[in-house]
């Protein structure tokens, strides 16, 4: 699995997830907030990105994750691992 | 998940894809049989076999054991729940009335009790008119989710309760989340919401850190953008203001604030909740609050047990000035030990140990068999990077109490976190 598949899974439901996004592009280096997502479509975009690309990361891990990028390299390690 | 089972939380089950509609998903079973977590869990529904006094009996998950505890997790802050007088009121309500209203309060369930029940806190908390929910969940849940619509917008708290979190999805309402007390980015949210319906949630006292509201700004703010507030008084009801009106009367913004909740389960020593607000807007409520509307109303030994557990609480100021003697106490002591206490500004005092989840058990598992009850909170109730405790100090607590409170803290926790 490549980082730019994941990113491309985790644009998606964003724009599947969020208001107004149908014509946007998604900047990995953005965070979801700043596309207007509050705490419950963050939960509701990752629970289907993982579900999405077949893993699963503890929510735990998920804190400190400040943008689209970070979020897309921890789903890598759990890809790899 | 073998290798790394402690990262898991509640957060990480909820979706579900087991073809057994009548089974959890399959990786939840593998987690919570794990020795490990099965023990973290064992600090969960542990049994009291007493009142929920601060000197109290609990049956210990950890090792069946019954054993005497100091109990600084109940939210009895003023031990109203056994108090000699609202036991008796209690009982002469249940005497009178039975155990059931046997009806929802539309129909046949309103008692002569719960509209005097209803008035004298409408009274209490200066508005025109409140309406009684049965569960406090209900009452956030029920009051939201009865006012606000599909088009309309939340603007509320990050740190909000759940049930203020669940009545707005019920609602359908948009929700946006400010930073918790964070002026600038209320102000960001309420710009994102000109010129539609916006409510703004907050919470007198927040109940995961003790800290207040800032109802001065907050106020100011709605004024300038003509946002409604509604605040949630759940853990400071009956204790801050000069008349215990809660952090609306403490900071004079009472008459700015339009929707007043507060839950009869914590100071009032009760079970249920209220809602304040005009008449107008409580009589919209009564037609479109569902779990007010398809409720069975409250018991009556609990609403004649509350009844008079508001005229104690506020015919002096006894009980809260012994509760507030007894948090500047802790408090003051709390610090000298140079624990985190983060910013608590009220009776719910934190004791923040980090992101260790092992630690918070070690440390909660050593404290209850030395005879101090204090339930660790975990991660995703609190962030992962701040697990703690949370201190409910009450003003049931005795000087020998409170000493030997902070000997086992001192012993068990500024051991650990120096260690």
Same mark, same amino acid.
């Given at each position: ?14 724009? %599947?997830?969020?208001?107004? *996004? ?14 207007? @997502? ?22 735990? %891990?998920?804190?400190?994750? %400040? ?15 | ?10 957060? !990480? ?8 509609? +009548? ?41 069946? /054991?019954? $054993? ?22 209690? #009982?002469?309500?249940? /005497? ?7 009806? &929802?309060?539309? +129909? ?13 806190? &409408? ?46 999805? +019920? ?7 400010? @930073? ?16 539609? $319906?916006?409510?703004?949630? #907050?919470?007198?006292? =927040? ?5 207040? @509201?800032?109802?001065? %700004? ?5 004024? /300038? ?6 605040? !949630? ?13 809660? #952090? ?52 009556? &030994? ?18 809260? !000035? ?6 500047? =106490? ?8 140079? *624990? ?31 005879? *101090? ?7 995703? @109730? ?29 012993? #068990? ?7």
């Amino acid at each position: 699995m490549t980082k730019e598949k994941i990113i491309e899974v985790i644009s998606k439901n964003i724009i %599947e997830n969020l208001d107004d *996004l149908e014509n946007e592009t998604i900047d990995p280096k953005k965070s979801m907030k700043d596309y207007g @997502a509050n705490s419950l479509d963050m939960i509701e975009v990752v629970s289907c990105s993982m579900r999405e690309l077949n893993i699963k990361v503890p929510r735990a %891990e998920l804190a400190d994750i %400040e943008d689209i990028e970070q979020l897309a390299d921890k789903f890598m390690e759990h890809a790899e691992a | 998940m073998a290798s790394n089972i402690l990262n898991y939380s509640l957060a !990480d089950f909820h979706y579900n894809d087991n073809p057994d509609v +009548l089974s959890p998903p399959d990786d939840f079973n593998e987690w919570i049989n794990n020795p490990v977590v099965k023990k973290v869990f064992s600090f969960f529904e542990q049994e009291l076999l007493d009142a929920p006094r601060v000197s109290t009996e609990i049956l210990s998950n950890l090792d069946g /054991q019954k $054993r005497h505890i100091i109990n600084l997790t109940s939210y009895n802050y003023l031990g109203l729940s056994t108090h000699p007088e609202v036991i008796q009121a209690a #009982v002469e309500a249940v /005497q009178k009335y039975g155990l059931s209203s046997s009806g &929802a309060p539309l +129909l046949s369930g309103t008692l002569d009790i719960h509209t005097e029940l209803a008035r004298k806190i &409408a009274e209490f908390k200066q508005k025109e008119d409140c309406l009684l929910y049965s569960s406090g969940f209900g009452g956030n849940v029920g009051a939201i989710q009865g006012i606000m619509r599909k088009g309309d917008y939340l603007v509320m708290d990050e740190k909000c309760h759940r049930s203020l979190v669940d009545g707005g999805t +019920l609602s359908g309402a948009k929700m946006l989340f400010f @930073a918790h007390n964070d002026m600038d980015s209320l102000q960001m949210m309420l710009e994102k919401c000109k010129g539609k $319906r916006v409510l703004v949630v #907050v919470e007198g006292v =927040y109940s995961m850190d003790g800290d207040l @509201a800032k109802m001065p %700004e907050i106020c100011e703010i709605c004024e /300038q953008y003509g946002a409604g507030i509604y605040i !949630d008084e759940a853990h400071s009801t009956l204790m801050f203001g000069k008349n215990g009106r809660g #952090v609306a009367e403490h900071f004079d913004v009472e008459d700015k604030v339009g929707i007043t909740f507060g839950t009869m389960s914590k100071s009032f020593g009760g079970v249920g909740g209220f809602v304040c607000a005009n008449k107008p807007l409580i009589k919209y409520l009564k037609g479109y609050s569902s779990p007010w509307n398809f409720s069975c109303a409250p018991s009556p &030994a609990v609403s004649g047990g509350l009844i008079k557990a508001l005229e104690v609480a506020t015919r002096d100021s006894s009980l809260r !000035d012994k509760m507030w003697e007894n948090t500047k =106490y802790m408090k003051k002591n709390l610090l000298d030990m140079k *624990l985190d206490l983060g910013d608590t500004e009220s009776q719910v005092i934190p004791i923040i140990i980090g992101a260790s989840g092992e630690k918070l058990m070690t440390y909660a598992g050593e404290m209850q068999k030395k005879g *101090l009850f204090l339930q660790p909170v975990d991660f995703p @109730a609190v962030p992962a990077h701040a697990r703690r405790f949370r201190m409910s100090v009450s003003s049931q607590l005795t000087q020998e109490e409170m000493d030997t409170t902070l000997t086992i803290i001192k012993d #068990v926790i500024v051991k650990g976190q120096q260690s």
